[in-house]
Structure formats: C-alpha cells, structure tokens
T-cell receptor, first 114, second 112 residues
C-alpha cells in the first residue's frame, strides 16, 4: 500500500502562475483533506471532500480550488499564485468522518511563490 | 475556528530525559489523537484516545485523555535522538461530521 501520495515534493512558482498539487490514495478512503502548514501555526484546513463529486470549504479556502472526480484523487488548484501561498501543503485521507484511525497524511508539497 | 492550545511550543532536552506536553480546549472532545511529524514528512498517528480518563501507551510514549474531556497529555520517557520532530495533538468533538481540530504543535529537539 502506497497510502497517500503527493506530487510534486517541491515547487517554485512565480507570482501569478498557476499549478495543481496532486494527491492520490489507494486505501479506498471516502474522506480527503487539504491542509497548509506554516511555521509555528499548525495545520489549517483548506478544502475537504466526503466522497467523489462532493467538496466543501475549510478554514482558509481563498485562492484555492479542488475537485473530486474519483475516490482516489483530490487535486488542489492554485490559479493566481501569491507570496502568501508559500507554505507546505499536506493531503490527508480517512475512511469516514469518524477518526478511530485518524487521518493518513501524505509527505507534503513544499511550495515557494516568488 | 476551533482552537486547541498546545504547550510548550518548543522543547530542548538532553538524550535520556523525559518529556511532557499537553493540549487544552474550552470545548469537550470525544476523541484525542497525538501525531508526530518528522522533518520533511507528513504527520503520523502515534496514539488515539477514545474515553475520558483513558491512559494508553505505545512503547516509550504514554498519552492520557483528561477526565474533563477538555485536555490531553503526552509523555515520552527516556528520549532518544530520533524523537526529534513536531508533535501535534488533535481532537474531534463527535463522530461523522466533525473534522479533526489540530494544535499548533510542540517542536522537540533532543541533544545527544
């Protein structure tokens, strides 16, 4: 089992560029999440999805978009990159909303916007 | 949004020392989780707690679900260099629709 796989691991973007952060899981989990982690600030939820075709905003959704066309994939889109989006992004998944086994996290994408 | 107060923010200890960290909330939680994040990696679940007063161990790690359901503690005994990382607490108020709420993390440095 690969678990949660994120690509790319690192990326540098120029202001105004766009990119998609990829996330895929092979555990047949229904729920998927995108977090950003800034130094000393913990994990902030950007978007989440409770199943294919269903997405909802988290705490900090502005500047991002998501889609969930399949159970396995949950890409995060940045349309007009801004320096404030420099961060480490984590994708996570869980079987359902009940956290008996917690969330399984990917290894992250480190994004720098210059 | 909902916040968990995690302390301390950082700790610098010598190898072999014991470590304690805690998480508090103004709200009641039904589940408490503790994660560890190694440098350059995503968080990994260490211990999960489901009942008030529950005490659970995982090797040198021991975590407790506070009796008031508003706090949780993590202890690491006889620290070793590979304990270095950021430790996060997370709580869930109820199953199903409630998402995990994370603390801001405790950064642990262990000097050999």
């Amino acid at each position: 089992n690969a678990g949660v796989t994120q690509t790319p691991k690192f990326r540098i973007l120029k202001i105004g560029q766009s990119m998609t952060l990829q996330c895929t899981q092979d555990m047949n989990h229904n729920y998927m999440y995108w977090y950003r982690q800034d130094p000393g600030m913990g994990l902030k939820l950007i978007y989440y999805s409770v199943g294919a075709g269903i997405t909802d905003k988290g705490e900090v959704p502005n500047g991002y978009n998501v889609s969930r066309s399949t159970t396995e994939d949950f890409p995060l889109r940045l349309e007009l990159a801004a320096p404030s989006q420099t961060s480490v992004y984590f994708c996570a998944s869980s079987k359902d909303g009940w956290s008996k086994d917690g969330y399984t996290f990917g290894s992250g994408t480190r994004l720098t916007v210059v | 949004g909902q916040q968990l107060n995690q302390s301390p923010q950082s700790m610098f200890i010598q190898e072999g020392e014991d470590v304690s960290m805690n998480c508090t909330s103004s709200s009641i939680f039904n589940t408490w989780l503790w994660y560890k994040q190694d440098p350059g990696e995503g968080p990994v679940l260490l211990i999960a707690l489901y009942k008030a007063g529950e005490l659970t161990s995982n090797g040198r790690l021991t975590a407790q679900f506070g009796i008031t359901r508003k706090d949780s503690f993590l202890n690491i005994s006889a620290s070793i260099p590979s304990d270095v990382g950021i430790y996060f607490c997370a709580g869930q108020r109820q199953g199903g629709s409630e998402k995990l709420v994370f603390g801001k993390g405790t950064k642990l440095t262990v000097n050999p």
